[in-house]
């Protein structure tokens, strides 16, 4: 099994059907995309990769992204999608820690890639092109076990260490399978659009696309722009994607300031299908009231990519329902291939209303994580994936998700661990002790806010220690307030007390 055969089927199918996308214009068709895909499996053979081998993606979304993710496929490697937002020296551990052999980038997020220590090539650039259009000998798609690794994703940890979670060619087809019974149905002529980082689940939702003969459009400007992407959905669409409540909320304030109707927002978008963050009850209310039923909310992990949970379109729009308002709070019931459980710290099943750890089961669980065996051990237990988010089961097996027990931040659907936030400020000049929480925001849904206690005779600036995490972590994981205290309130045991320093921000 490889998920390139899916790419090589689709071409066989419908060769001359254009079916990529850059903006409203035409990128590619189905046979020209599979022609691709096999040049540069070829030409990383070529460069001595064998199955197996890890080729890094660093890029803005694109188009080449798919042709150079199903290459990489097509050769039987491993992708290693990157968050185009890493500084670069995150990306350089990534790239250390996966032993990759290969790296795609573009130039607007990496200008120079000389001092990774691994060969690289500018996605958008000469030599790339030549790889994707010049002819040269292929070869079929390379036959891979199910259990082979496809997707190496690298997700934070408590520990301040990204996790390489190893997600196999089994995983993949499974997520893409079950999109079309518990998130939305696709016909071919459908098209989905990559608004969010193509290096994360909206990147992935290409493989329930292609399965169903779809088309793929990535906007010019490889982001999300309100207003492009209606224009978008008209032109070429009614759209699908994937997008964090943050998007969520822009879309809508967008239809609503340019005073589109239901039907208007129907004409643009097919399904948008969100989820990577809750959604505040009262912004989903006003998402259906402003754009109709067009939402499904899922929820997953990196562990188990975009299926432990899905709340359909026809639950978010029964107002009628006498649990309506719970149930939009909900993250929805267990998806069709896996088996949810809410438990106790011994992995027993709790009554419904409970609150325990989420686990899931299934085949869209990964194999563990990559080069760690003890995090594997400590996460899969006796075949259940251990999530660390707290939540609740309702007798109708409804999940709502109540806490996060390893203290995850999530700001604009993006991931954010305080103690990987709290090393880095712990080496800036003048700083004695640090603790970083998640503050409710409305637009974010949280904000990152370090509290920070200066060594004595210190004077600590904001602006100062704000320089510093630019010089050492992603601009999206730094905090967006700094509070500096002269102590940290803590327990009997010297343990920081973050409940209390929650409590302080919400007063």
Request: aromatic share 8%.
């Amino acid at each position: 099994m490889n998920i390139a055969h899916l790419l090589e089927r689709h071409a066989r199918l419908s060769p001359e059907r254009t079916v990529l996308f850059h903006g409203p214009d035409p990128h590619a068709t189905a046979q020209a995309w599979a022609q691709r895909s096999a040049r540069v499996a070829a030409r990383l053979r070529q460069q001595g990769l064998a199955p197996g081998d890890r080729v890094v993606l660093f890029m803005r979304n694109h188009p080449r992204y798919l042709e150079l993710m199903f290459g990489i496929w097509w050769a039987g490697l491993v992708a290693v999608p990157v968050n185009a937002k890493l500084h670069p020296k995150e990306l350089e551990w990534i790239v250390d820690n996966a032993q990759a052999g290969w790296l795609f980038h573009t130039r607007d997020v990496l200008p120079d890639a000389t001092t990774l220590g691994v060969p690289a090539m500018d996605a958008e650039g000469d030599a790339c092109s030549a790889w994707l259009d010049e002819p040269i000998d292929t070869t079929p798609v390379a036959e891979r076990a199910s259990t082979d690794t496809a997707w190496l994703f690298y997700t934070s940890g408590t520990t301040g260490r990204p996790k390489g979670v190893m997600i196999t060619h089994r995983n993949l087809m499974t997520m893409g399978l079950t999109y079309f019974n518990d998130v939305d149905p696709i016909a071919p002529g459908d098209t989905i659009a990559y608004a969010a980082p193509m290096s994360h689940g909206a990147g992935i939702y290409a493989i329930p696309h292609l399965m169903a003969g779809a088309r793929h459009v990535v906007p010019v400007s490889g982001g999300f722009d309100a207003a492009e992407l209606y224009a978008l959905g008209r032109a070429v669409g009614p759209l699908s994607l994937f997008a964090a409540p943050t998007i969520v909320k822009r879309m809508v304030d967008h239809a609503e300031a340019e005073g589109l109707s239901v039907a208007d927002c129907a004409a643009a978008y097919k399904t948008i299908v969100y989820g990577g963050a809750p959604m505040y009850a009262a912004d989903i209310r006003r998402a259906l009231a402003v754009m109709g039923p067009r939402f499904v909310q899922i929820y997953g992990q990196g562990e188990t990519p975009m299926t432990a949970t899905a709340l359909s379109r026809a639950a978010l729009a029964d107002s009628a329902h006498p649990r309506w308002a719970e149930r939009i709070a909900s993250v929805g019931v267990a998806q069709t291939p896996v088996r949810i459980r809410v438990a106790d710290s011994t992995g027993q099943p709790l009554p419904p209303g409970e609150v325990g750890e989420v686990l899931v089961q299934g085949d869209s669980v990964m194999a563990g994580y990559w080069r760690n065996p003890e995090a594997s051990a400590a996460t899969l237990r006796e075949g259940w994936l251990w999530t660390g988010d707290m939540g609740t089961l309702d007798d109708d097996g409804f999940l709502t998700l109540k806490d996060r027990s390893k203290d995850l931040i999530i700001s604009g659907g993006s991931n954010i661990y305080p103690r990987e936030v709290e090393e880095v400020l712990l080496h800036a000049p003048g700083v004695a002790e640090v603790a970083v929480v998640g503050a409710p925001d409305a637009e974010w849904g949280e904000v990152v806010v370090a509290f920070v206690v200066p060594q004595p005779g210190a004077a600590l600036q904001a602006g100062a220690l704000d320089a510093f995490c630019l010089d050492h972590i992603a601009r999206f994981k730094r905090p967006k307030r700094y509070e500096i205290v002269d102590a940290l309130p803590k327990n009997h045991y010297g343990k920081v007390l973050k409940t209390a320093l929650r409590e302080r921000l919400t007063s």
